[in-house]
């Protein structure tokens, strides 16, 4: 199965809001509701910001929201901070107990 | 406070084996399932294999299928990814993942993540 398609790349400045795109396929992220979004720094492990479409475990920023239209499923950061410039991969349940990730997508706080 | 921690990471040849293994605390380690994932130098996140909180059930990704064999021991609270046959493609770093929500085989969100065990198949 192939990774989910992720720009590999999105940018903004401090404040302002980002919103990065992951597309999948029907048979993924199109359906089902079990999508996810991580964020990564370097050197680090993988951090959970978002479950299900859209729902924040505990502790994460109000800045941090999901959404999913269709086949493609959206990450928003709003109010960029320096410390939001990390790498960020979104995941899709793609039945069977198959679990894929998209290719990642480097934010830079310009 | 959840805790994973891996270790048997090192370097193997092609074709050879390695045993890797993920000690958790501050959870009921029973309860949950759990999964590997690894990333390979420069690259993106990828699923491995997973495991349900009992053993009962096991999946892996394709590309491992066959070669790499996930186990637990609930008594002692360690996961296990034995990996043989290796390939110079299962150059990575390998995670342990705790799933998100207890009691389910799904494999869909990981809440705690290890600090990562370095393999490198190389000749």
């Known amino acids: 199965q192939s990774a989910l398609t992720q720009p590999p790349s999105a940018s903004g400045s401090p404040g302002q809001s980002v919103t990065i795109s992951c597309t999948g396929s029907r048979s993924d992220v199109g359906g089902f509701n079990y999508v996810s979004w991580y964020q990564q720094h370097p050197g680090e492990a993988p951090k959970l910001l978002i479950f299900?479409?859209?729902q924040r475990p505990s502790g994460v920023p109000e800045r941090f929201s999901g959404s999913k239209s269709g086949n493609t499923a959206s990450l928003t950061v709003s109010g960029l901070q320096a410390e939001d410039e990390a790498d960020y991969y979104c995941?899709?349940?793609?039945?069977?107990?198959?679990?894929?990730f998209g290719a990642g997508t480097k934010l830079t706080v310009l | 406070e959840v805790r994973l921690l891996e270790s048997g990471g090192g370097s193997a040849q092609p074709g050879g084996s390695l045993r890797l293994s993920c000690t958790a605390s501050g959870f009921t380690f029973s309860n949950y399932a759990m999964s590997w994932v690894r990333q390979a130098p420069g690259r993106g996140l990828e699923w491995v294999s997973a495991?349900?909180?009992?053993?009962?059930?096991?999946y892996s990704t394709d590309s491992v299928r066959g070669r790499f064999t996930i186990s637990r021991d609930n008594s002692k609270k360690t996961l296990y990814l034995q990996m043989n046959n290796l390939r110079a493609e299962d150059t990575a770093v390998y995670y342990c993942?705790?799933?998100?929500?207890?009691?389910?085989?799904?494999?869909?969100?990981?809440?705690?993540w290890g600090q990562g065990t370095l393999v490198t198949v190389s000749s």
């Open positions: 495991i349900s909180g009992s053993a009962g059930s096991t």
């Open positions: 993942a705790k799933e998100l929500e207890a009691h389910t085989d799904m494999v869909t969100y990981f809440d705690f």
């Open positions: 995941t899709s349940y793609a039945g069977r107990n198959n679990l894929i």
């Open positions: 299900e479409v859209n």
